[in-house]
């Protein structure tokens, strides 16, 4: 049973919750409403009435189709109800049964899907009455195939367009009226569609069955001979008249005798042309053409014959010039006609020797029965030869990967007179209703009990008994019966009739036989029928006498030779073949063609035998419901299950459906196909009593379930897509945020490093000399320099700048002091100072009593000899200058260390430190002491009294910082969004993701068709071995390409807000990235932020110079002097200080960028202690690798427009991001018409982005920040 395919995919299936529901259709209410139900298996009652009640009611309102689960039922209409439109058709491409209502382009559909899907071959078996529609139906599953099997190759077109054409060829010569159907089939054909792996019809070849020859010579009244007759005797052309004696159908006898000569709907003219079109489409050369209807022409001018009878009853040639015109048509002695249809040839055999040849006259009914032998076999040699010349021209053009057949069979005949013509066609129909039971009801049935799947039998009538009443050997069926009556007296039709009538007694053990004399009924699956026995001998012998083949030997018409070249070997004893024989062999041969397919039904059903569209013959519908038994096919249906395959396959189907069964596309299940399907089943989350699991098979309870899978099975390809996508994406998100990551770390800590050097610097110098601060110790802290942002832009740092007339002097070091302040007659006092030191001089600032500030001294760096400090914590220091009026400042600075690692850089220690327990400085001219003494009793700092400063005991010299505090991983950005990566970025635990099964070989992995396959030269799928290591390392990478770096100008001044960039008229940025919502990230002076695109123009690329290489760091100067004083405690210099690079490395496990999340701004930019952009943060930049940016999908946009001049009101700002010799032609016969992606450092210019608030105690105060920060 065929099932189709994959349900709807129209719609993307929206996440639950957000859902909307759909918003009603208003055309909705225009569709027609479907009347009764689709699929019968659905009936409440399940009887022939109910049955016959839904077919009524659908057929009454149009609706020819319905559904018996897969089987299709179809009620001829008998009116065009236009349904086979183009349109139409096309609705129901891609759509699986359920989707859409029925119809025979589903049953096309299904049966195309599932040969692509499960590369097997596909038949569609139509069945019914004569009458019924199977004819129409095939033709619409052609037209279907041929519209949808796409192909663009002209080969593909041409096989598309012969297939098709095939049908009225065929039917002028396979089809005529009857009684029953104006165009009735009277052979049976099987049509094979061949298809490449692509499922393109690369070609196709038709089987013939059981041409009804016997029309030829003679209808019953009211039906014609085969159309083509007409055809050609009404619309030949003049010329064909001329070369054939051609008139008219009602001057031949074989035309005229059942004086019927229109057919209602048919037109003979237009159909002739129609039939020459066919014959052009499908190869037929002039010549072939040509003979084909000197044949037609020999046929009917045999017709033509008469006999008259002698005195002595034998018979004579009435007209010899209709015989004189036979000869000419067949290229042969016309003398040997005439002889050949009134005599015989007898050979008398002794012993099996070969005796005496005798002429033997003919009577006129022998000649008569002689000569329509001879018409009869000519037709039926020449349609045969038309089949196989048709086959020629469809034979495929490429190797064959699976075929589609489409069964059209003349459907059951019961006649008042029924013969053996009758027999065989009941016959084949018998065989067909048998593969229908077998298949639908029998081994379906068997199939459950075999596979163990719990089941309830259903009765069904099985005509297996009347398939072995007819073909049977043991004990002899009829066939067996009229080959033996016919072997006993062959020489004398009627005792062979006779001898037959007796056999047939033998057969009426049988309850499906009745013998009746010169009769036998046999009761047929869809009704009894009465034989009469009369001529079946003969019709089963079905031989031309010798005479007739000789005539035909004697022909120089190449053709006719042709037609005839299959003749017996006289001299052979064996029995040539019956015509019993041969449809048998040829029934069974289609049986078996059938069952190797996967078989799609179509049972077509006549509602009235008067072609009427308003005719509902309950009674005879009631009789087809019966015998094609439908209430069992429902009972079946509606109990079993709907698919079933064998693990091997449904595992080669659906295994990726399930991650135990797959992992990239690959097979990987280790276990058996069994376990393989049910693992898949159970993982695809299908409900249990939706499937069940056989010994050797699965099945599937509905349809739905298995449209379903094939609806998974659609959308994994889609999401493997879409992941591969993304995950390439997200790759080079990653690898792009990361190199911007890794440089801005570089960057920040390059900058720390900087100030890590300051301050390790200034601690050796002091180290084990300087009682320490408590809080000093607590942390490592950044000796930043520039407290007061002199070189920033902060208020008090730029009037600093202006007062002490810096220009673009960098600052070192700024700070807030106090300094001692001597008055006469008066003890020394402390007052604030700024303190700022440039590479040339120590500036003190003082505030003046109106706020105005005066630079109080400028002592330049030179002048500078030592720099005294106590060996106490206080806070003191003197700089020792050369002689001068003011003399030494003394000052007040908890910056006190850095203040001398400072100084002692700018100098390359040029001076000297004196540590002691006094200070020894020039107050004016005079040299003087301060001296320091120990008090417990001073609660916070030390305090100055008369030359004493009296300080608290500190930690000792000793002591050492304690390292920076450890940063808590923080919460780190995650680098992509993608699914692929985990939020934060990849794991650092590899093992953590899915270990990569190996691939599996796929189990019986099936090659549809091997031979066709190889010939293809397309190895059959197979499922690679696991990927094995590649022993040798891969190449390096390629040197990193120099980045291309955008640049763009501020066409507009811009004011930007938090997390925005402020941008100056002509100020020139560097692009990061490229927000879809008109805002861009941007970066100007190492700052980043987010600026309108619209205020941006791009400024044309330049050629990058070279940059310089980087200059070693300069040697450490030699480590500065100490002097010792009377009270110098420590005489030993401190050795150049070597910085460990590990003190100043960041911490191995920590990560990037989140070390300090609270004080990075939001978009990640530079840190606070951020160096300005230097000569090395440009070398840094250039190391940026190519396309470090993360590519954005606005890269391919057009360029916003640009303002040919700026106007005076800027552009309004997005809402931020986020040859032959031939005897003479005798005259023509009148035709009677008878019958019808470490030194001292260098100190580089330090610049701060704001302005400290307050200087307490700054060293604690940032150690606290810092610790605050990281607990965050
Ligand atoms: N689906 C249909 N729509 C409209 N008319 C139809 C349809 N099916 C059949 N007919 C009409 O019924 C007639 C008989 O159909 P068709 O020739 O297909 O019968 P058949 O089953 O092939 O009979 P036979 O066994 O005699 O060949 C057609 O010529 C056509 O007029
Ligand atoms: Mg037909």
Not at 749 to 768: C, M, P, S, T
Not at 837 to 856: F, H, N, R
Not at 1161 to 1180: L, Q
Request: net charge positive; hydrophobic share 35%.
């Amino acid at each position: 049973m065929a099932i189709s395919k994959k349900a709807g995919k129209k719609t993307a299936v929206k996440s639950a919750g957000t859902a909307k529901v759909a918003k009603a259709d208003w055309k909705e209410g225009f569709k027609k409403k479907q009347v009764g139900v689709s699929d019968m298996t659905l009936l409440t009652t399940i009887s022939n009435d109910s049955i016959n009640d839904n077919l009524q009611k659908r057929w009454t309102n149009g609706e020819i189709y319905t559904y018996i689960g897969g089987v299709l039922i179809s009620v001829n209409p008998f009116r065009d109800l236009g349904i086979y439109t183009d349109e139409t058709l096309h609705k129901y491409k891609g759509k699986n049964r359920l989707e859409v209502p029925p119809h025979v382009f589903s049953i096309a559909e299904s049966a195309y899907y599932n040969m692509n899907a499960y590369h097997e071959n596909q038949c569609v078996i139509i069945s019914g009455e004569s009458g019924a529609g199977k004819t129409e139906a095939a033709k619409r599953i052609m037209q279907y195939i041929a519209a949808v099997s796409g192909g663009v190759d002209n080969s593909i077109q041409e096989i598309k367009e012969m297939v098709l054409a095939t049908n009225p060829l065929l039917e002028s010569f396979g089809c005529a009226k009857t009684l029953r159907n104006n165009n009735s089939s009277r052979h049976g054909k099987y049509l094979e569609i061949m298809f490449n792996d692509k499922g393109e019809p690369i070609g196709a070849q038709i089987t013939n069955y059981l041409l009804e020859k016997g029309r030829v010579v003679g209808q019953i009244e009211n039906e014609r001979n085969f159309h083509i007759f007409y055809q050609f005797t009404k619309a030949a052309s003049e010329d064909q008249r001329e070369q054939f004696g051609l008139q008219g159908p009602e001057s031949y006898a074989y035309t005229s005798m059942s004086n019927c000569f229109e057919v209602q709907d048919i037109d003979d003219s237009k159909d002739y042309a129609d039939t020459l079109n066919a014959m052009k489409i499908i190869g037929l050369s002039n010549q072939e053409q040509n003979e084909i209807f000197r044949m037609l022409a020999v046929i009917l001018w045999l017709g033509n014959v008469q006999f008259a009878e002698m005195d002595d009853g034998n018979a004579t040639i009435a007209d010899t010039g209709v015989t004189d015109f036979i000869g000419y048509l067949m290229e042969v002695d016309s003398a040997m006609v005439q002889k050949v249809l009134t005599s015989k040839v007898v050979e008398t055999q002794r012993g099996g020797r070969r005796g005496s040849v005798y002429d033997v006259p003919l009577n006129p009914a022998q000649a008569t029965a002689g000569r329509d032998a001879l018409a009869k076999a000519i037709y039926n040699n020449l349609f045969e030869w038309i089949v196989a010349r048709i086959n020629v021209s469809m034979k495929a053009r490429s190797a064959t990967a699976q075929v589609i057949g489409i069964l059209d069979i003349f459907g059951f005949e019961i006649f008042e007179d029924n013969s053996f013509e009758q027999l065989c066609i009941n016959y084949v129909n018998e065989k067909l209703q048998q593969i229908f039971i077998e298949l639908t009801l029998k081994t379906e049935q068997e199939e459950y009990v075999r596979e163990q799947i719990k089941w309830t039998p259903i009765n069904y009538f099985n005509n297996k008994i009347v398939c072995d009443l007819i073909e049977e050997r043991k004990p002899p069926g009829i066939f067996a019966a009229l080959n033996d009556a016919c072997a006993t007296a062959h020489a004398d039709p009627a005792a062979a009739d006779n001898s037959f009538v007796q056999r047939t007694a033998m057969l009426s053990s049988n309850a499906h036989f009745e013998s009746r004399g010169a009769q036998f009924l046999v009761r047929h699956y869809a009704g009894d029928v009465m034989y009469n026995i009369a001529g079946m001998t003969d019709k089963n012998k079905d031989a031309l006498v010798k005479d007739l083949f000789d005539l035909v030997g004697s022909s120089s018409n190449q053709f006719l030779q042709t037609l005839f070249s299959d003749r017996p070997d006289p001299s052979s004893k064996k029995r040539p073949p019956t015509a019993g024989d041969r449809i048998k062999v040829s029934a069974g041969a289609l049986v078996d063609n059938l069952m190797r397919a996967q078989p799609s039904y179509i049972r077509t059903i006549k509602p009235n035998q008067n072609r009427s569209a308003t005719e509902y013959d309950t009674k005879a519908i009631l009789h087809q419901i019966k015998y094609l038994g439908l209430q069992e096919n429902i009972r079946v249906r509606r109990a079993g299950f709907a698919y079933r395959n064998s693990f091997d396959k449904m595992v080669e189907r659906f295994y990726l459906l399930s991650p135990s069964t797959s992992y990239a596309g690959e097979y990987t299940w280790q276990g058996d196909a069994k376990s393989g399907c049910e693992r898949i089943l159970k993982d695809t989350g299908i409900a249990k009593d939706e499937w069940q699991m056989g010994v050797t098979k699965a099945f599937i309870k509905n349809p739905e379930t298995l449209f379903a899978l094939e609806t998974m099975r659609d959308r994994y390809w889609h999401s493997m897509a879409a992941r591969i996508q993304r995950a390439w994406r997200n790759y080079w998100r990653y690898k792009n945020e990361c190199a911007r990551r890794i440089q801005k770390f570089w960057k920040n800590n390059k900058d720390a490093l900087e100030y890590a050097k300051v301050r390790d610097y200034g601690h050796q110098v002091l180290a084990g000399r300087k009682e320490r601060r408590r809080y000093s110790l607590l942390s490592y802290r950044r000796f930043l320099g520039d407290y007061l942002d002199v070189n920033g832009k902060s208020i008090i740092g730029s009037d600093l700048r202006s007062i002490c007339s810096l220009g673009a002097e960098q600052v070192t070091f700024s700070s807030k002091v106090q300094i001692l302040v001597h008055k006469a007659f008066r003890s020394s006092k402390c007052s604030p100072r700024f303190l700022v030191v440039t590479a040339k001089a120590v500036y003190i600032v003082k505030t003046l009593e109106k706020g105005s500030q005066i630079v109080e001294r400028k002592i330049p760096l030179i002048t500078i000899k030592s720099i005294s400090m106590s060996n106490l914590r206080d806070d003191w220091l003197a700089l020792n200058c050369n002689a001068s009026e003011e003399g030494d400042p003394v000052l007040h600075c908890y910056f006190k260390t850095e203040l001398t690692a400072n100084l002692l850089t700018l100098t390359q220690a040029g001076m000297n430190v004196l540590i002691g327990p006094t200070i020894e400085y020039a107050k004016k001219k005079d040299k003087t002491q301060i001296k320091f003494v120990k008090d417990e009793t001073i609660a916070k700092d030390d305090v100055y009294k008369s030359h004493t400063v009296h300080v608290p005991s500190g930690e000792p010299p000793s002591s050492t910082s304690r390292p920076a505090a450890k940063r808590k991983p923080g919460i780190v950005r995650p680098i992509t969004q993608g699914r692929l990566l985990r939020a934060g970025g990849p794991s650092n635990k590899p093992n953590a993701s899915r270990p990569k099964p190996a691939a599996q070989p796929m189990p019986g992995r099936s090659v549809p068709s091997a031979t066709v396959k190889s010939a293809l030269g397309s190895a059959p799928r197979s499922v690679p071995p696991p990927p094995t290591r590649n022993p040798v390392p891969p190449p390096p990478p390629p040197p990193l390409k120099e980045p291309d770096v955008e640049l763009y100008k501020a066409k507009f001044a811009f004011e930007g807000q938090e997390g925005e960039i402020s941008l100056k008229k002509d100020d020139v940025v560097e692009l990061i990235e490229k927000d879809d919502n008109g805002w861009w990230l941007v970066k100007k002076d190492e700052q980043e932020g987010w600026a309108p695109n619209n205020y941006l123009e791009l400024v044309p690329p330049k050629t990058k110079a070279v940059p310089a290489a980087r200059l070693p760091p300069p040697r450490p100067p030699p480590p500065p002097a100490i002097v010792a004083t009377s009270t110098s405690v420590s005489t030993s210099r401190p050795t150049a200080p070597v910085i460990s690079v590990k003190s100043v490395s960041a911490d191995a496990s920590a990560k990037p960028v989140a070390v300090f999340p609270g004080l990075a701004p939001s978009n990640g930019s530079a840190a606070p202690w951020k160096k300005p952009i230097s000569a090395s943060a440009n070398e840094s930049l250039n190391t940026t690798p190519a396309n470090s940016r993360p590519s954005s999908s606005l890269a391919s946009k057009p360029p916003p427009p640009v303002a040919a001049k700026p106007k005076p009101v800027p552009p309004p700002v997005a809402s931020k991001p986020n040859g032959g010799k031939l005897p003479a032609k005798p005259p023509i016969p009148t035709a009677p018409r008878p019958g019808a992606g470490a030194a001292p450092p260098k100190i580089s210019t330090v610049s701060k982005p704001s302005a400290p608030t307050g200087q307490l105690d700054l060293a604690a105060a940032f150690a606290k920040r810092a610790q605050r920060v990281a607990d965050d």
